[in-house]
T-cell receptor
Framework: IAGITQAPTSQILAAGRRMTLRCTQD?????MYWYRQDLGLGLRLIHY???????GKGEVPDGYSVSRANTDDFPLTLASAVPSQTSVYFC?????????????FGSGTRLTVV | KQEVTQIPAALSVPEGENLVLNCSFT??????LQWFRQDPGKGLTSLLL?????REQTSGRLNASLDKSSGRSTLYIAASQPGDSATYLCAVLPPNDYKLSFGAGTTVTVRA
């Protein structure tokens, strides 16, 4: 089934550790995004990529980095995790670099930093 | 900055009743609006995408309307079922950007 695969599904991480959340899509979408969802704050954009080889900062980029070496993969790295990064992380994609054809979301990664 | 509001935050209805979910946005200059469904502990599933030039979109029991001038969209779900229980989110895309602005969602409970 075409879509977005995120891994891991959930993770408990010690503060200060490095962690990479994986995201892979098989729809050949140009644009990919990382959101975090927190109770009371809704969904907030962390980083985005309009096309392979390019990335940009979203609303809450501090403490996170991304890369887009190819069309299918868009990993999110936490260099040194802090408790405030406890959240549910969603990867999303869109056929066009502008997002104008709608978005598809993955099933999320639930991350707890202790 | 675009602000998206969904009222009410929660809604409980008996099975069979029609659902009306509201979404309002402060800047009427949007490119499109998308409705999503989110089940507890799950990701977002796209329900309907309405382009700014459209007034409504329909899929099965779902109908979404868009009134850009008043900054409103409404999602109607006909003859609700317990399986419709979920959180419904709306998101708007501005014309010169590619980053969605989300509402906080309306959590719906359909009682059997």
């Amino acid at each position: 089934i075409a879509g977005i695969t995120q891994a891991p599904t959930s993770q408990i991480l010690a503060a200060g550790r490095r962690m990479t959340l994986r995201c892979t899509q098989d729809m050949r979408h140009n644009a990919m995004y990382w959101y975090r969802q927190d109770l009371g704050l809704g969904l907030r954009l962390i980083h985005y990529s309009n096309t392979a080889g390019t990335t940009g900062k979203g609303e809450v980029p501090d403490g996170y980095s991304v890369s887009r070496a190819n069309t299918d993969d868009f990993p999110l790295t936490l260099a040194s995790a802090v408790p405030s990064q406890t959240s549910v992380y969603f990867c999303a994609s869109s056929p066009s670099g502008t997002g104008r054809l709608g978005y598809t979301f993955g099933s999320g990664t639930r991350l707890t930093v202790v | 900055k675009q602000e998206v509001t969904q009222i009410p935050a929660a809604l409980s209805v008996p099975e069979g009743e029609n659902l009306v979910l509201n979404c309002s946005f402060t800047d009427s200059a949007i490119y499109n609006l998308q409705w999503f469904r989110q089940d507890p502990g799950k990701g977002l599933t796209s329900l309907l995408l309405i382009q700014s030039s459209q007034r409504e979109q329909t899929s099965g029991r779902l109908n979404a309307s868009l009134d850009k001038s008043s900054g409103r969209s409404t999602l109607y779900i006909a003859a609700s079922q317990p399986g419709d229980s979920a959180t419904y989110l709306c998101a708007v895309l501005p014309p010169n950007d590619y980053k969605l602005s989300f509402g906080a969602g309306t959590t719906v409970t359909v009682r059997a």
